[in-house]
T-cell receptor, first 113, second 115 residues
Framework: GDSVTQMEGPVTLSEEAFLTINCTYT??????LFWYVQYPGEGLQLLLK?????DKGSNKGFEATYRKETTSFHLEKGSVQVSDSAVYFC????????????FGRGTSLIVHP | DSGVTQTPKHLITATGQRVTLRCSPR?????VYWYQQSLDQGLQFLIQ???????AKGNILERFSAQQFPDLHSELNLSSLELGDSALYFC??????????????FGPGTRLTVL
């Protein structure tokens, strides 16, 4: 079945540091890939998405590129802020499969001033 | 604000009891999804409804059931509650029937505590 694997957290960074959160996936069909963010006490909200190989999703300084050859969708940001502290979820929805959305376990990011 | 509302925000109950969680999707969204988020299991998809019909089923226990009403709001019923059912329950909505490229909009969640 489909699965998403994210790096374990927490990831702790100083403000303005470079961020990478790794995400790899397995899917039986042709997945769309997503990053969602969950701020403390809130629900998840979409950060960015990519629907086909080599697509790059970007939003609020975050980027991720859909790499079919390495089945990866790593999240990056060049300079993090304290306000980026949150839990980040990688997810897929498989168009050739069941369409049931599959989420990773989430990676907590803590940014210190 | 995602436009998805969930009530109640918090719920504390005892083992063996039954509770109902309510979700109102964003205006215009026809699909509703239910998720359970716990520390040990992460975010688990439970069930999806589209325009009143069950569309997809995930890791939903037989003690749990859901429905979507003609006005598109949805309810998740949890019965014979156990300590392990304590979790955050999220509702999400999207426009379409098959959410392969759809963005899901999440509500703020209902925190259920079973004592």
């Amino acid at each position: 079945g489909d699965s998403v694997t994210q790096m374990e957290g927490p990831v702790t960074l100083s403000e303005e540091a470079f961020l990478t959160i790794n995400c790899t996936y397995t899917a039986t069909g042709y997945p769309s890939l997503f990053w969602y963010v969950q701020y403390p006490g809130e629900g998840l909200q979409l950060l960015l998405k990519a629907t086909k190989a080599d697509d790059k999703g970007s939003n609020k300084g975050f980027e991720a590129t859909y790499r079919k050859e390495t089945t990866s969708f790593h999240l990056e940001k060049g300079s993090v802020q304290v306000s980026d502290s949150a839990v980040y979820f990688c997810a897929l929805s498989d168009r050739g499969g069941s369409y049931i959305p599959t989420f990773g376990r989430g990676t907590s990011l803590i940014v210190h001033p | 604000d995602s436009g998805v509302t969930q009530t109640p925000k918090h719920l504390i109950t005892a083992t063996g009891q039954r509770v109902t969680l309510r979700c109102s999707p964003r205006s215009g969204d026809l699909s509703v999804y239910w998720y359970q988020q716990s520390l040990d299991q992460g975010l688990q998809f439970l069930i999806q409804y589209y325009n009143g019909e069950e569309r997809a089923k995930g890791n939903i226990l037989e003690r749990f059931s859901a429905q979507q009403f003609p006005d598109l709001h949805s309810e998740l019923n949890l019965s014979s509650l156990e300590l392990g059912d304590s979790a955050l329950y999220f509702c999400a909505s999207s426009v379409a029937r098959q959410g392969s490229t759809d963005t899901q909009y999440f509500g703020p969640g209902t925190r259920l505590t079973v004592l």
